[in-house]
């Protein structure tokens, strides 16, 4: 891998739209965001950093409110999955396609 991929996953737990289906995980379990940075990784080795991020929590990064502005200004749904600071998905989404768009991203070399 010649350059490192950087994952957030924004989550932005005042803003999440129900779901009546299985829409994903859970992005604001601590379990759940273990076992998604386990599963990294396991698949990826070290050379993946995923970092997740609740904008509904005190004290976060300044630099990811832009994050914020951008989801209202588009009508984009969080969860984000950002991926060297472009939008991949916007929405609910599960463990396996975060692992699929990392992968395409690795083997892209993007």
Known sequence: MSEQVQVI???DSRRIEGCEAACGIDWSDPEALAMAAGQVRDKFG???QIAFADLSEDGINPDLEKWSRLATAK???FPLL????QVRIAGNFDIRQLLDVIEVEVELGV
Do not use: A, F, K, T
């Not at 950002?82 to 600071?85: A, H, I, M, V």
């Open 46 to 48: 070290e050379e993946i």
């Open 75 to 77: 009508s984009l749904s």
């Open 82 to 85: 950002l991926l060297n600071d």
């Open 9 to 11: 996953v924004l989550n």
